[in-house]
């Protein structure tokens, strides 16, 4: 079965960095897709960004310019480099997964989800 493992949340002042990872299986990672989203307090789910297995990223717009996705076909895992973090990036960050090829920005499209991981980022 498919698993998704969020990891490397915590607590960061405003300015400062985190790196996410998720790790994947019981996929065929090669040709799958792999996107991060965030859920803060109150709020619906945001995408934050998807990298399919050509590497071609896409950014949410309230991300672009800070925050990075790369992924390691080798080791299935995908990170998340968070740098110049705001108070409004609080959230709980989750990792989920398609089979195939996909740009897709929307919750819709991916299929399989971790459970995420907490970042909280104070002022």
């Known amino acids: 079965q498919v698993q998704l493992v969020e990891s490397g949340g915590g607590s960061v002042q405003a300015g400062g960095s985190l790196r996410l990872s998720c790790a994947v299986s019981?996929?065929?990672?090669?040709?799958?897709?792999i996107a991060w989203f965030r859920q803060g307090p109150g709020q619906e789910r945001e995408f934050v960004g998807t990298?399919?297995?050509?590497?071609?990223?896409t950014y949410g717009d309230s991300v672009k310019g800070r925050f990075t996705i790369s992924r390691d076909n080798a080791k299935n895992t995908v990170s998340l480099q968070m740098n110049n973090l705001k108070p409004e990036d609080t959230a709980v960050y989750l990792c989920a997964a398609r089979g195939d090829y996909t740009l897709g920005t929307s919750i819709s499209e991916y299929g399989f989800w971790g459970k995420g991981t907490q970042v909280t980022v104070s002022s």
């Open positions: 990298i399919p297995w050509t590497k071609s990223v």
């Open positions: 019981g996929l065929r990672f090669s040709g799958s897709t």
